[in-house]
């Protein structure tokens, strides 16, 4: 139990970064009430077990192209309930979960977020590179739902950089419910090692110009979920990935995705029960490295899993 004292009580109408970060440093909890808070420079965190939760999902937009709230590379951290939005400014992230240099392990007191919301668009045109960078290690994540607009304000495909929902650097991360839709790039980009995802939704963009704009080094598309090339231990169970193109149709019918998912072929990845879905226009070519079946037209199909260099 946390007393409600060692909290700073924020209100949108009152406090900005400069009043929240003040209590940061004072040792303070964070608790988030209701509304929009446009911050001007970027909320950290650097007190280990600071908790910061948010109260009727109360939604940060960063304004000057910063980080919107970032943690340093320090235990027992709880970020839950509550949004950020892209702001007018590219950010190189919304969230920024340790620094780029992380390399600590904290397993018995790891950092956990939970019910955690990202937009790039939808409510206000905004851009990101990245909604939610995790860099430090045995982070756990419950709860993820990072969206590119796909209705509302900021649609367009020319509409901001927003090239990744997630990046995980950091190892022995680890995630339940990972929905994760629309950006231009790769969906979820994995470079940790020994990394989890249990249940994993996302719908690829809906509105890419064509293969010749939208493509990954001559690959058709980019695969919505990809675990780097360097990496030897990676896990996932329970994926559904879904196209439903629906721009221009002459166009759109024509545009395809090479692998829903892309993995290095080693003897530690594991990934089981993954489902391919498309929509009218264009379709998948194959679940997973070349293997499994395409989709298109409304068609859905499953592919049972992967093994290292095994079927």
Not at 125 to 154: C, K, M, P
Not at 246 to 267: D, L, Q, Y
Request: with cysteine; proline share 6%; hydrophobic share 35%.
């Amino acid at each position: 139990m946390i007393p409600i004292k060692t909290f700073h009580i924020a209100f949108p109408n009152k406090d900005n970064a400069t009043s929240i970060n003040q209590a940061l440093a004072d040792g303070k909890h964070i608790l988030f009430t209701p509304g929009i808070y446009e911050v001007d420079e970027t909320i950290t965190i650097t007190k280990p077990n600071t908790v910061i939760l948010g109260l009727g999902l109360p939604t940060l937009i960063p304004q000057n192209g910063d980080i919107a709230i970032a943690t340093h590379d320090i235990p027992g951290v709880k970020l839950a309930g509550f949004m950020v939005d892209a702001g007018p400014g590219l950010s190189p992230t919304l969230i920024q979960v340790g620094s780029e240099d992380a390399d600590a392990d904290y397993p018995d007191n790891p950092i956990s977020l939970h019910d955690i919301y990202c937009r790039v668009g939808g409510a206000v045109e905004g851009q990101a590179e990245s909604t939610l960078t995790i860099n430090s290690n045995y982070v756990i994540g419950d709860h993820f739902w990072l969206w590119r607009a796909d209705h509302g304000t900021g649609t367009e495909w020319k509409n901001g950089q927003n090239k990744h929902g997630l990046v995980v650097n950091g190892d022995h991360v680890s995630i339940y419910g990972l929905f994760n839709e629309h950006f231009q790039g790769h969906q979820t980009l994995w470079n940790g090692e020994h990394g989890r995802t249990y249940f994993y939704q996302s719908e690829i963009p809906y509105s890419p110009p064509s293969n010749a704009v939208w493509n990954d080094n001559g690959k058709p598309g980019y695969a919505s979920y990809k675990v780097a090339d360097s990496v030897k231990n990676h896990e996932a169970y329970g994926l559904g990935i879904y196209s439903f193109f629906k721009g221009e149709p002459t166009i759109s019918n024509k545009v395809r995705v090479e692998n829903a998912m892309e993995v290095p072929e080693h003897s530690g990845i594991v990934i089981e029960h993954i489902s391919t879905f498309s929509g009218t226009n264009g379709g998948i070519n194959h679940s997973i490295n070349g293997l499994g079946p395409s989709t298109d037209s409304l068609e859905l199909k499953h592919y049972h899993g992967f093994r290292g260099k095994k079927k």
